[in-house]
């Protein structure tokens, strides 16, 4: 088998490596916090890697945003999306009810300018929905320390806690999470694989949560070829 063509993500923690074939090349370049490339495949259309990481492709990318948006209650007033700068997520919130006010905070501006280009149908979208779409490009960090608004839901569309991430997934960054949340209000959080990440991140994220006094924490475990182990999760729960 040729392997000249397999872009190769290496799980340091299984020991494994999941390949997917491409055809060329679409886009490199260095941005100020990370490593962005854009490769077309040959089964899954085009495909997003941030520093190595596997984060979006064309075809197969529903079983992600599907599970996100069906944690995500319905009838909301406002949901506040940390990362999220492909508009996967959130043109999926936007079409389901064009009355929902979102706010994405993401913290590298080529992300959003490379999905715009290379992964164009999250925004296609109504001039109505876009109007009720809010982009803003800042640290998620910094973000809730000033923020002033309560929010239904939030969601966090993060990368893998390696780098600037790792805040994401700290005790501190829920509580702000919490905080930032009317009552009853709903968080969602990506937090890997339930094969590989479970002992190191996944119960020690539902520690914080409950630490924090959380409620109806829940672990949504769904398929995804192209992530390590090829099953991915979120984690849900209540405000405190």
Known sequence: MNTKNIYYEHDEASGTSIGVKYEKYLYRCQSKFQNIEVIKTYNYGNALFLDGCFMLSEINQDYYHNTCLDLTPKKLNNILIIGGGDYGIASMLVRRDSNTKITIVEIDDKVVKVSKKYFSKHFKLTKKQYKNLKLIIEDGMVFLKNN???????????TDPIGRAKILYSKSFIKLCNNSLKK??????????PINDMKSLIKPLVKKYSDIGMKKIMISSFPMP????GTWCFISAKRA
């Open 148 to 158: 002033t608004t309560k929010y239904d839901c939030i969601i966090i569309d993060s």
């Open 184 to 193: 009853r209000g709903t968080l969602i959080q990506q937090s890997g694989s």
């Open 226 to 229: 192209l992530y390590p182990s």
